[in-house]
């Protein structure tokens, strides 16, 4: 007689859906910048603003006065905030960070070399990127991991997970007193373009400095400040990676959540994406594409 053992349907894991609405809202932040450069810097100065479509020069002017608003000057440290917060915390929820640290860094490099291509082979002027989010992101990871070989060891101490968030909060608090030692702030990036002199060939990566202005620029400083903020909270808040606010989860976030598990794609595709579709609605109502002969 044979007997038919019956497989346990595996327990679906628990996802804690508040680093993803967090991580989704700065996602969906950066598409809404990226948007209104594009239009404005791209589309408008190269083309709509000498179109006779009403239309396409007040969203050109809407576009520009927002690059240039307060609103933007404020707004935009905020949600780089976002951004490097809800990654840190993400590596409470990561198996290896080093790995994943890794694979990201290769996806930028990626970056720097297509970026490289269109600028100095092709002529797309202003596009190379030496050193932006990506990279940054993938170095805070990076160096995080190696922080963190000791700092695990306090699991198996009494309530350790509260010695190690105070531990990287420490980190976190050091790197922004360096920072506001040594670097410029945010606000001075937005308004001024001031920069720290570059002291040596690799100054950039850690401060802003001319040498490394490139399409996008986030040197070390004070970005891995704001992502050990969130690392910190890891093990405070997620020691099991489990949802703070379990009951109030629903598919009232999905706008938020879905595009927070797939930010890196979005921000990968996002700028060829915006200047397709804002190729489209140029020849859809001037039936012309001058700016990109």
Request: with cysteine; charged share 15%; hydrophobic share 50%.
């Amino acid at each position: 007689m044979k007997i038919r053992l019956e497989k346990k349907p595996r327990r679906k894991r628990e996802r804690a859906w508040e680093p993803d609405a967090l991580r989704g809202l700065a996602i969906l932040l950066v598409v809404w910048d990226h948007v209104m450069y594009s239009v404005g810097h791209i589309f408008y100065i190269d083309g709509w603003e000498y179109s006779s479509s009403a239309f396409l020069n007040a969203f050109g002017e809407f576009a520009l006065d927002y690059w240039d608003s307060m609103l933007r000057v404020y707004g935009w440290p905020v949600f780089v905030f976002i951004f490097f917060f809800v990654s840190g915390v993400c590596t409470g929820f990561s198996r290896n960070n080093f790995l994943r640290g890794l694979r990201l860094a290769a996806v930028a490099l990626l970056v720097t070399g297509a970026t490289y291509v269109l600028d100095e082979v092709l002529g797309f002027s202003g596009t190379y990127i030496q050193f932006g989010v990506l990279h940054c992101l993938a170095l805070c990871i990076l160096l995080f991991s190696i922080v963190a070989l000791p700092v695990d060891l306090l699991d198996r101490v009494k309530n350790g997970r509260f010695i190690k968030a105070a531990i990287y909060l420490a980190v976190a608090a050091a790197l922004i007193a360096i920072n506001y030692t040594c670097n410029i702030t945010l606000y001075e990036v937005n308004t001024t373009n001031h920069v720290v002199p570059s002291t040596s060939p690799i100054t950039g990566m850690f401060v802003y400095t001319r040498d490394w202005w490139t399409a996008d620029y986030f040197p070390l400083l004070p970005f891995f400040g704001f992502f050990m903020i969130g690392a910190a909270c890891a093990p405070a808040f997620y020691p099991e990676g489990k949802s703070l606010l379990p009951k109030l989860d629903g598919k009232w976030n999905r706008f938020l959540t879905v595009p927070g598990k797939y930010s890196l794609y979005i921000y990968l595709c996002i700028q060829v994406v915006a200047i397709f579709l804002l190729w489209l609605l140029t020849l859809a109502i001037t039936g012309e594409v001058y700016f990109f002969e």
